[in-house]
């Protein structure tokens, strides 16, 4: 079995060359090969990759029209009125629909723990939680699930912990631990499946 080419691989499955060179070392680094790890690898890739955009967006996006809010969350903004003062204002609208929740008790919170890394981690409670489990100071340092190396680890220690065991139950299991729902299914499946051919062919 050949060693996977991380590079090629990522630009296969449809990441930009530039942007698949940016991040082919923090894969190398972060993610054990072996004949046993491949098709768990396959489905990582086909979630984080439609989570991130094909690793171009790893910082949540808060910035919303006023009619795009009353889309995103509804029973948050009903009417055109009480979504314009979050209108293109991250931090209002990270602290409006995440403060309170997610671990997020301080003043800023929502904002400061907003959805960065490949598979968007959001909450206080969250980066608490993977900061041990990485080794990296995340609470204090937020910012770093947006670098490469940092957000991949947290990326795979939280899909080992919470979505890798549902593998045997197939893409659909796999996406609602993930995103709770079954957004994008379609294209998580055809990444999974050619994340899948591509591993088995190296």
Known sequence: MDAIAWTAL???LGVRPQTAGRWADAFEMVLEDSPGQRVG??????????????????EENLRYSAERLTAVWPTRFPTLESAR??????????????QGRLGNTEPGDG????????LQVTG???????GPMTGLPLVESPDLLAQPHAGLLAAAVWF???????????VEAVTRAVNGGVHGLA?????TALALQKLTEA
């Open 124 to 130: 206080r409670a969250n980066y608490a939680a993977l």
């Open 160 to 170: 080992g912990n919470n979505a890798s065991g549902k593998i045997p139950d197939g």
């Open 10 to 12: 990522l630009v296969d």
């Open 41 to 58: 690898l396959a489905y990582f890739l086909g979630q984080i990759l439609h989570e991130s955009g094909m690793l171009e967006h790893v």
């Open 187 to 191: 294209q998580r499946e055809a990444l």
């Open 111 to 118: 904002y400061k723990y907003r959805g960065r890394g490949p």
């Open 85 to 98: 003062p979050y209108a293109y204002n991250a931090p209002a609208l990270a602290e409006k629909v995440y």
